[in-house]
Nanobody
Framework: QERVVESGGGLVQPGGSLRRSCAVS????????MGWYRQAPGKQRELVAT???????NYADSVKDRFTISRGNAKNTVYLQMNSLKPEDTAVYYC???????????WGQGTQVTVSS
């Protein structure tokens, strides 16, 4: 059974940075496309960034040039570097792993990120 475990997050001031990590266990990491999503209070969950198993990336317009998604296949981990954070980035952030073989996807537990002075 695949497990998706997140770390990082917390409280940061506007303009600050945070780095999120997400580790996947149970299967071959290189067979997963990975993504970060977020959900703010009263809003639907939205895509933040994705990275394919080949390394191609995609970003929401609201985070382009501020956030960077990357993957370390040797560590079965995907990262989200968040810079120049804004109060509107406040949300619960979720990691997603989608198998390119089966199409099944798995979610992390979600972690709160709060941007406030």
């Amino acid at each position: 059974q695949e497990r998706v475990v997140e770390s990082g997050g917390g409280l940061v001031q506007p303009g600050g940075s945070l780095r999120r990590s997400c580790a996947v266990s149970g299967s071959i990491f290189s067979t997963y496309a990975m993504g970060w999503y977020r959900q703010a209070p009263g809003k639907q969950r939205e895509l933040v960034a994705t990275i394919t198993n080949g390394g191609s990336t995609n970003y929401a317009d609201s985070v382009k040039d501020r956030f960077t998604i990357s993957r370390g296949n040797a560590k079965n981990t995907v990262y989200l570097q968040m810079n120049s954070l804004k109060p509107e980035d406040t949300a619960v952030y979720y990691c997603n792993a989608e198998s390119v073989i089966t199409g099944k996807d798995y979610w992390g537990q979600g972690t709160q990120v709060t941007v406030s002075s």
